[in-house]
């Protein structure tokens, strides 16, 4: 049995009697950040009824409007450090501790939180300026060429092509990172700069065998497109990633 087979074995382990929490923890992160994308859709579109002038209208829509969207979903994004904490913590215990998801919403945790997010962000904007290259010649391109390809059947689908290519290119590569907050949970008093130089040194040599495993998980992924399956796909994968990455810290750890 391969590697990632018995991770995901182990992980599907985990999830059996923890399924109802685990969903309820995916919602909980994502529900909030429906809510924000549609106040900021809410909002531009009152921008559109009430303000004729194109220009100024789209000023507001994208200064205005998209600004407080990114900062909205960036203050929010310590929830995010709490779903890793709370699927972390359950590849050791075996159940999943809800309170986890709010751990970081809670003084010096909160900024720490942020800190380590801004980190991580800051370490792949050139990444993904160059993981998206193919996706905005391809729109460039495509708005020179104009109508009737632009807007067309063929131009959506090629341009969701290129965005899934792109995203899951930019996520896998993250995931190098990935281990900077898992360590964090095992030691709290790490500092930011301490948590991503453990990181790197968990991960030397290993992304491959992260690599491998998310993209074991390829046929799963591509169910998810019928939204539903997700649901149990992404708790699948994100308590894969969160054992394999127990296991390659207590390498580490043993090792040295």
């Known amino acids: 049995m391969s590697a990632e087979a018995i991770i995901k074995s182990q992980a599907r382990d985990t999830l059996k009697n923890n399924y109802p929490k685990a969903v309820t923890a995916l919602l909980v992160v994502l529900l909030p950040y429906y809510i924000i994308d ?6 531009s579109c ?3 009824y009430f303000i004729a002038e194109t220009t100024l ?6 200064t205005l409007g998209y600004t407080f ?4 979903f960036f203050f929010f994004s310590p929830i995010v450090n709490g779903y890793i904490r709370a699927y972390y913590n359950a590849s050791y215990t075996g159940v999943m501790d809800m309170t986890d998801l709010y ?3 809670d003084g010096d945790r909160y900024k720490k939180a942020l ?4 980190n991580a962000l800051l370490r792949l904007l050139l990444p993904a300026a160059l993981l998206y290259i193919p996706l905005i010649i391809f729109e460039i391109l495509s708005a020179q060429i104009g109508e009737p390809f632009y807007g067309s059947v063929p131009y959506i689908d090629i ?3 290129l965005s899934v290519i792109s995203t899951t290119a930019l996520f896998i590569y993250s995931l190098r990172y990935f281990t900077a907050y898992t360590v964090s949970c095992d ?3 790490l500092t930011v700069k301490q948590a991503f130089e453990y990181s790197k040194h968990i991960m030397k040599g290993r992304t491959g065998s992260m690599r491998k495993l998310v993209l074991s998980f390829t046929p799963w992924l591509l169910l998810c497109i019928f939204v539903l399956p997700a649901l149990y796909v992404i708790p699948y994968l994100t308590q894969s990633i969160c054992i394999s990455a127990k296991w390659m810290t207590k390498a580490t750890f043993e090792v040295n």
């Not at 549609?38 to 909002?43: E, H, P, Q």
């Not at 969207?69 to 909205?72: G, T």
């Not at 800190?115 to 801004?118: D, E, R």
């Open 46 to 48: 009152i921008f559109s």
């Open 103 to 105: 751990y970081y919403f």
């Open 187 to 189: 030691i709290d008093s």
């Open 69 to 72: 969207e990114i900062l909205a």
């Open 115 to 118: 800190s380590m997010n801004l």
């Open 38 to 43: 549609g106040s900021t859709t809410v909002i």
């Open 57 to 62: 209208r789209a000023i507001l829509i994208y």
């Open 159 to 161: 341009f969701f092509i």
